[in-house]
């Protein structure tokens, strides 16, 4: 690990009450600039590492919150519609979004008592093989689904997916974004891998980022990451700073956890899934955000008693960032795309 210019000596501290006044913030235009930090190279090499680590041909498809007890819940991954559902007992199956008979959608049949039902001729599916329909590998983790592709996929399968690890879902406050646009999953990793651009592209969200270090060039420890001393914005010159680190478990995955201020131990995972090709023949792909918030102050009881209040709050904050981290992975795309991307 490897300290970046400007580094902090120490990380922001726990403070009684977690709000902090910016008495001298400057301007937009006046903050220090970060474009000599954030070299390709280094994100480059950064997304390099992350490609290469296996995933044994898990994707994931959204929130487990989407799955309820009587419909499906369709996804295209990877070109392969898939449809997950749980069956009588609430356990998540899934397999192929094609009905084995004639080709209906099974997206649109109704899931009664944990069967599925296809609306052309009533062919009733419980989750195990039947008339040609062979079940995919679904794993719930009480967050997010996920399906097993092994032809998608193309590696060594793995029985279950690696799961980043994660505060105590039963003391967290958690809630799911999903969104999809026009690049490849390596795009949205990459945006992910690129924190100097915060405080430049988000300053609705963050003020005074300071990336404080970053892992070694032949670093192959997944779990070291980039370190990034942060204020997250509240309202006029109030903020939050943390301390959080980046990590890429995987090719498709990039973990955002605090490890230093309000909400130590908090989890953002980004996961970008290919869904397949538009009819321009461009990628299409869904980025699948978990947030997973944990404090030990108490009045964040009270925010988890508030849930289905708080949930759509924390999907709106998720939503306005990716619309301008979507805008960055579609642009690196493009260029990609045209051989015009410097980095």
């Given at each position: 690990?490897?300290?970046?210019?400007?580094?902090?000596?120490?990380?922001?501290?726990?403070?009684?009450?977690?709000?902090?006044?910016?008495?001298?913030?400057?301007?937009?235009?006046?903050?220090?600039?970060?474009w000599?930090?954030?070299?390709?190279?280094?994100?480059?090499?950064?997304?390099?590492q992350?490609?290469?680590r296996?995933?044994?041909?898990?994707?994931?498809?959204?929130?487990?919150?989407?799955?309820?007890?009587?419909?499906?819940?369709?996804?295209?991954?990877?070109?392969?519609e898939?449809?997950?559902?749980?069956?009588?007992?609430?356990?998540?199956?899934?397999?192929?979004?094609?009905?084995?008979?004639?080709?209906?959608p099974?997206?649109?049949?109704?899931v009664?008592?944990?069967?599925?039902?296809?609306?052309?001729?009533?062919?009733?599916?419980?989750?195990?093989?039947?008339?040609?329909?062979?079940?995919y590998?679904?794993?719930?983790?009480?967050?997010?689904?996920?399906?097993?592709?092994?032809?998608?996929?193309?590696?060594?399968?793995?029985?279950?997916?690696?799961?980043?690890?994660?505060?105590?879902?039963?003391?967290?406050?958690?809630?799911?974004?999903?969104?999809?646009?026009?690049?490849?999953?390596?795009?949205?990793?990459?945006?992910?891998?690129?924190?100097?651009?915060?405080?430049?592209f988000?300053?609705?969200?963050?003020?005074?980022?300071?990336?404080?270090?970053?892992?070694?060039?032949?670093?192959?420890?997944?779990?070291?990451?980039?370190?990034?001393?942060?204020?997250?914005?509240?309202?006029?010159?109030?903020?939050?700073?943390?301390?959080?680190?980046?990590t890429?478990p995987?090719?498709?995955?990039?973990?955002?956890?605090i490890?230093?201020?309000?909400?130590?131990?908090?989890?953002?995972?980004?996961?970008?899934?290919?869904?397949?090709?538009?009819?321009?023949?461009?990628?299409?792909?869904?980025?699948?955000e978990?947030?997973?918030?944990?404090?030990?102050?108490?009045?964040?009881?009270?925010?988890?008693?508030?849930?289905?209040?708080?949930r759509?709050l924390?999907?709106?904050?998720?939503?306005?960032?990716?619309?301008?981290?979507?805008?960055?992975?579609?642009?690196?795309?493009?260029?990609?795309?045209?051989?015009?991307?410097?980095?």
């Amino acid at each position: 690990m490897t300290s970046a210019p400007g580094g902090r000596n120490r990380p922001p501290r726990t403070a009684r009450l977690p709000l902090r006044l910016r008495r001298h913030a400057p301007a937009w235009a006046a903050q220090r600039p970060t474009w000599r930090e954030a070299r390709p190279a280094v994100i480059s090499g950064l997304l390099k590492q992350a490609l290469a680590r296996p995933t044994g041909n898990w994707f994931v498809v959204g929130a487990s919150r989407d799955v309820p007890a009587d419909r499906p819940l369709a996804r295209t991954v990877a070109g392969h519609e898939v449809v997950l559902w749980r069956d009588a007992d609430g356990v998540l199956v899934g397999g192929p979004g094609v009905c084995p008979h004639l080709g209906a959608p099974l997206r649109e049949g109704p899931v009664r008592c944990g069967t599925l039902v296809c609306r052309w001729h009533g062919l009733a599916l419980d989750g195990t093989a039947r008339a040609g329909w062979q079940p995919y590998p679904v794993h719930d983790d009480g967050v997010l689904v996920r399906v097993r592709l092994d032809e998608a996929g193309g590696e060594p399968p793995l029985p279950a997916p690696l799961v980043p690890p994660r505060p105590d879902t039963a003391g967290a406050l958690a809630a799911v974004h999903v969104t999809a646009g026009t690049c490849e999953p390596e795009d949205v990793v990459a945006n992910r891998l690129d924190p100097w651009h915060g405080a430049w592209f988000h300053p609705y969200s963050f003020v005074d980022l300071t990336v404080v270090s970053v892992p070694d060039g032949g670093s192959e420890d997944p779990d070291e990451g980039l370190v990034v001393d942060v204020a997250f914005k509240v309202a006029g010159r109030l903020v939050v700073p943390v301390r959080a680190e980046f990590t890429a478990p995987g090719p498709r995955t990039v973990v955002m956890r605090i490890t230093e201020g309000e909400g130590q131990g908090s989890v953002v995972e980004t996961h970008a899934t290919p869904l397949g090709t538009d009819g321009r023949g461009r990628p299409r792909t869904a980025v699948v955000e978990a947030v997973l918030a944990v404090s030990d102050r108490r009045g964040f009881a009270l925010a988890r008693s508030a849930a289905p209040v708080v949930r759509p709050l924390m999907r709106a904050a998720s939503g306005r960032l990716w619309r301008d981290d979507l805008a960055y992975a579609e642009r690196r795309w493009e260029l990609r795309a045209t051989g015009r991307f410097p980095g």
